[in-house]
T-cell receptor, first 114, second 114 residues
Framework: DAGVIQSPRHEVTEMGQEVTLRCKLISGHNSLFWYRQTMMRGLELLIYFNNNVPIDDSGMPEDRFSAKMPNASFSTLKIQPSEPRDSAVYFC????????????FGPGTRLTVT | AQTVTQSQPEMSVQEAETVTLSCTYDTSENNYYLFWYKQPPSRQMILVIRQEAYKQQNATENRFSVNFQKAAKSFSLKISDSQLGDTAMYFCAFMNRFNNDMRFGAGTRLTVKP
């Protein structure tokens, strides 16, 4: 298995633009987690899904952030409009909560908003 | 809410020696998992070791072992025979098994010196 796949790996955009980050889960996993990592705040859980259903989105910072899981293997995290303070590395992770609860992380997307 | 504390922002160790990274957590839950993740400069998050709270035996994975003290809410990581490739940020994490909520500590930057 190729592991968790994220795209793009790097994204540079101007303030006010829409940004879409993508994540493909490991085949057979049933849970997906979106994290944001910054120097100031460390690793923060933004939202997670179980069996395509959003379970907890209390970590989503603002209404500008939205996440979807249109099918069992794919998710998007959208920021509209983007702001410079959104600059961070965004990780998604997947797990099979029926087996081990271990989370397997993707390589991350480094987002820079200018 | 669960909190995870890593009190050592930075540590260093000589190659081939042993080092222990500290982690404490605060929770009222009884059913949870604990993890140590490694993040090298490539920024990939790599699972090092995990511990189920209901297990009294400390987990081990080759050169990595934990000292899990449930009553003290302590979960330290011991790295034996340190190698240059162990240089990385190490994150302690707590997962509530009831709702899959995952919380990370602030991390410890470990440098292995030749």
């Amino acid at each position: 298995d190729a592991g968790v796949i994220q795209s793009p790996r790097h994204e540079v955009t101007e303030m006010g633009q829409e940004v879409t980050l993508r994540c493909k889960l490991i085949s057979g996993h049933n849970s997906l987690f979106w994290y944001r990592q910054t120097m100031m705040r460390g690793l923060e859980l933004l939202i997670y899904f179980n069996n395509n259903v959003p379970i907890d989105d209390s970590g989503m910072p603002e209404d500008r952030f939205s996440a979807k899981m249109p099918n069992a293997s794919f998710s998007t995290l959208k920021i509209q409009p983007s702001e410079p303070r959104d600059s961070a590395v965004y990780f998604c992770a997947s797990s099979d909560t029926g087996v081990s609860y271990e989370q397997y992380f993707g390589p991350g997307t480094r987002l820079t908003v200018t | 809410a669960q909190t995870v504390t890593q009190s050592q922002p930075e540590m260093s160790v000589q190659e081939a020696e042993t080092v222990t990274l500290s982690c404490t957590y605060d929770t009222s839950e009884n059913n949870y998992y604990l993890f140590w993740y490694k993040q090298p400069p490539s920024r990939q998050m790599i699972l090092v070791i995990r511990q189920e709270a209901y297990k009294q035996q400390n987990a081990t994975e080759n050169r990595f072992s934990v000292n899990f003290q449930k009553a003290a809410k302590s979960f330290s990581l011991k790295i034996s025979d340190s190698q240059l490739g162990d240089t990385a940020m190490y994150f302690c994490a707590f997962m509530n098994r009831f709702n899959n909520d995952m919380r990370f500590g602030a991390g410890t930057r470990l440098t292995v010196k030749p």
